[in-house]
């Protein structure tokens, strides 16, 4: 068993193609193999990027007849991939060139994105889980409330995203379903108030106030006792959905957690997402396979002659008219290329990029918006001076554990250790799209601090953390001011949870 593991290996089963065993084929209509063909249409949009997000909003202007919409993207569409389609493969094309960027840093080693057609939704973990409501409020601060950022606007748009099955009442649910309400043991803010003074000096001359993102800092503390409909979607494009197996290292798991008081939570969805529970995967249940952004945004829409994706191409930069509108600059269209050979695309309303938190910074300098200091270093010609793009990159720590567990108990590890297994788990996925081979990780749990560290201890993480923000006040921008204001005051919003617990039933090297 492993725990905080984010890796996962693909299990070969004996004597089955499952590339046989997916979905029935989705023809490529729709998909554009001659860039010629596509930098000579009249586009009203072009989306860079066909990914996750950038599926989803072409299909939604493709839905308004009169608009054109073409999509450039990089990867290639995969329909009827086993590495994509089959649910515990999950994480198997993460590493892969033919999936994967393979982008690095230094001196980490891999910080992985998509090149396939449905981006990262096609190569991920699957987990279809919700942040707090807290974190949402969050987000709607930071946009002046403007927008619909918070958990309320963005709800209905959860739910018409997705087709939500219901679980089958075969999670291993400990004896009590006690939620358990964290004490708070100790009282940080006045700690804090250090930062939120000088932060609050900061933002003086902005629209932005920390009393406002304090009280966005502290929403999001409802629970609800039970899964709620109100919560979820019946006719949305994802298909979202829980195991039907699950190893039975989960019962005893689960009761440990909770008789070390951690709850379980019956209704992870309603934007209260501390304890351990039943997660929902983006898994087609009925056709035992992953439900990503292509089969979901681009298949059913490929038949419309309003809507082109080009896989293969790469897009170089942004084109802007010659002269600026009411100030502003406007983009007409995108340099990119295809089979060695640079094209350019004409969009008459917008470009949107959706490249990922690495290609659209990138596009974006490319095309003279960014920092000049920086932009200059490369001969680029600055066109907008914004100096925070490319910045602010923020990731999440991840520490691996693994465990080696008594005799008896089936886990993942039986697909690679026993071929007898593996060939009757391969022919029950083949009959019935169910069984071990449709299953992923369905034990997720979130935690704040005050579940597991003392007073002392926490008193002494936000004591460092106030002395470095206030040193380093003068030196951030207002946007990492704004949000530290809010992430310092999560750190004392027990609804708000910092530590991800995963249980993955089987060894996954990292």
């Not at 440990?256 to 939570?265: A, E, I, K, V």
């Not at 793009?389 to 005799?407: C, R, W, Y």
Request: contains cysteine; proline residues 5%.
């Amino acid at each position: 068993m492993t725990v905080l593991s984010f890796r996962s290996v693909l299990w070969s089963c004996v004597g089955v193609s499952f590339l046989e065993l997916a979905h029935a084929h989705l023809e490529d209509r729709g998909i554009v193999t001659s860039p010629e063909t596509f930098a000579a249409t009249n586009f009203d949009f072009i989306v860079v990027g066909g990914g996750t997000a950038g599926l989803a909003v072409a299909a939604r202007l493709a839905e308004k007849e009169g608009w054109t919409v073409g999509v450039i993207e990089a990867g290639q569409y995969r329909p009827n991939d086993a590495l994509i389609d089959v649910p515990k493969n999950f994480g198997a094309a993460v590493g892969n060139a033919n999936y994967d960027w393979l982008y690095a840093t230094v001196p980490q080693t891999n910080l992985n994105s998509k090149v396939v057609l449905g981006g990262s939704s096609a190569i991920n973990f699957e987990m279809f889980n919700r942040p707090a409501k807290g974190e949402f409020s969050g987000w709607s601060a930071l946009n002046l409330g403007l927008g619909s950022w918070s958990w309320n606007g963005l709800l209905p748009y959860f739910k018409k995203s997705e087709t939500y099955k219901h679980p089958q009442n075969t999670f291993p649910l400990a004896p009590t379903t006690r939620r358990r309400s964290f004490q708070r043991r100790q009282n940080v803010t006045d700690v804090a108030d250090t930062f939120y003074t000088a932060a609050d000096s900061a933002l003086g001359p902005t629209t932005l106030n920390v009393d406002d993102l304090l009280a966005a800092a502290s929403d999001g503390s409802d629970t609800v006792s039970k899964r709620d409909d109100a919560y979820h979607g019946s006719s949305g494009p994802v298909q979202a959905s829980h195991n039907e197996w699950y190893s039975d290292l989960a019962v005893p798991y689960i009761s440990t957690m909770t008789t070390l008081g951690f709850p379980q939570n019956l209704s992870p969805d309603s934007g209260d997402n501390v304890g351990i529970y039943n997660c929902p995967a983006s898994v087609d249940r009925d056709a035992g396979v992953r439900s990503y952004a292509a089969p979901a945004y681009y298949a059913p829409n490929a038949a419309k002659t309003n809507f082109l994706v080009l896989t293969g191409a790469q897009a170089t930069k942004i084109n802007w008219k010659s002269s600026n509108v009411d100030g502003l600059a406007v983009a007409e269209s995108v340099s990119f290329v295809a089979g060695g050979v640079s094209y350019s695309a004409q969009s008459s309303k917008e470009v949107i990029l959706s490249g990922g938190v690495f290609n659209t910074p990138q596009l974006l300098e490319l095309s003279g918006v960014g920092n000049p200091s920086i932009l200059d270093s490369f001969n680029i010609t600055t066109k907008i001076d914004l100096p925070g793009v490319g910045e602010n990159l923020q990731d999440h720590a991840m520490i691996p554990l693994s465990f080696t567990i008594k005799p008896d108990y089936h886990t993942w590890d039986e697909l690679r250790n026993n071929s007898t297994f593996a060939a009757q788990a391969a022919a029950q996925y083949a009959a019935t799209k169910n069984g071990i081979l449709a299953s992923n990780i369905g034990v997720l749990s979130f935690f704040p601090l005050q579940s597991f560290l003392t007073p002392s201890k926490i008193l002494s993480i936000v004591s460092t953390l106030v002395s470095d923000l206030v040193s380093s006040t003068s030196s951030m921008s207002l946007l990492q001011i704004a949000q530290s204001v809010l992430q310092l005051a999560w750190l004392s919003n027990q609804s708000i949870p910092q530590v991800e617990v995963v249980m993955i039933p089987g060894f996954n090297p990292t």
